[in-house]
């Protein structure tokens, strides 16, 4: 391709930062990103802003590249066959590429009452808006938080820390993810701080009212504020501009991350679906699928193959209040193993991972291309020809 290229990046998150930022390795690239705040959220730290401890913001002048242009709005259609984007207040982007990057945020609550009454975090205004109405309640009021997730797990802690009566709701087990030992630290320090968990049968909430908490089991808590973390969603983008998506609304890719529809759209990020065998959403995997989705679009730009995506996982890091956490070892491809790092040494390494990730964002802006490489999970490819069944596949044969 001769001439300048036109790159719009949609999602100005992890990915969609590193993504951009990549893209500028080129002098012949012009780099648009759409966002719909003016400011870089650190969703690292949303858990944070709700208990008072953080802002969970930064400056994009601190992470993004000055050759970037910053669009302050919402990206309402992706017009693919005309190569456009149309944004929510009536204006438009052209494009020759388009980076997909629309992260993820709150799943829609079927359960009764929790739309109405329920307080979400998944993103930033809905964090600012339960800062607030947490702030007006009473020290000893109750407060539920519904999910055993790191979000729900971070909140509960970070609360309880603050002198807050938390009872957190697991609707099954707590931190699914973590290892039973590392899932016994967590309950501990939980317990330390106060907080009661109900986990195991009998505790999936199925309605949420004004003052209470109903679960499955015939129990009744009460609760002043209801902050709800029970899974997340991805915006309906992909879906409503007629691209192929997955059960979520993941934008479906080959393995290069590039739109099983249009060679033209590649997307990084919570809100891509690579051989519809999708990563864990999180900022772990976005920071490798960002950089990796700039480089597929530069490959088709030089006129090369792009290659297939690698991502690699350390495990998990879970902070619990501002003097405790865990990260939870796993092995790359993204199974747990039994040693965890508790106490002030895993608030510590938390803290270490959640500053490192910004000045991360900030080293590719400097110097794009340069950034470390991560470890890389070697079986995913025998694991899509086990389901393809194109041959047995050592992952199933051995153990992980």
Known sequence: MTGNTEVVVIGGG?????????????????????????????????????????????????????????????????????RRVALADGDTLGYDYLIYAVGSGSADPSVPGAAEFAYPIGTLEEAQRLRPVLDAAPATAAVSVVGAGPTGIETAAELAEAGRSVTLVTGGVLGPYLHARGRRSVAGTLAGLGVTVLEGPGTTVTAVTRDAVRL???????????????????????????????????????ETLTSVDDPRIVAAGDSAAPSDLPYRMGCQSAVQLGPQAAETVLSRIAGSRPA???VGFAGQCISLGRRAGIFQFARRNDTTTPFHLGGRAGARLKELVVEHTVKQLAYEARKPGRRSRWAKDGRRQEVLRSQRGDAPSRATEQPV
């Open 308 to 310: 297939s995506v690698h």
């Open 14 to 82: 992890y990915a969609g930062v590193l993504a951009a930022n990549r893209l500028t390795q080129r002098d012949d690239v012009t780099v648009t990103l759409v966002n719909p705040r003016p400011v870089f959220v650190e969703r690292l730290r949303l858990h944070q802003l709700v208990g008072g401890s953080h802002e969970a913001v930064t400056d994009y002048r601190e992470v993004l590249s000055g050759r970037i242009r910053l669009v302050v709005g919402t990206a309402a259609r992706i017009d693919a066959a005309g």
């Open 216 to 254: 499955s089991g015939g129990r009744t808590l009460p609760s002043r504020v209801t902050v709800w973390t029970a899974g997340f969603g991805v915006p309906d983008l992909a879906a409503r501009s007629g691209l192929s998506t997955d059960s979520l609304g993941r934008l479906l890719t080959d």
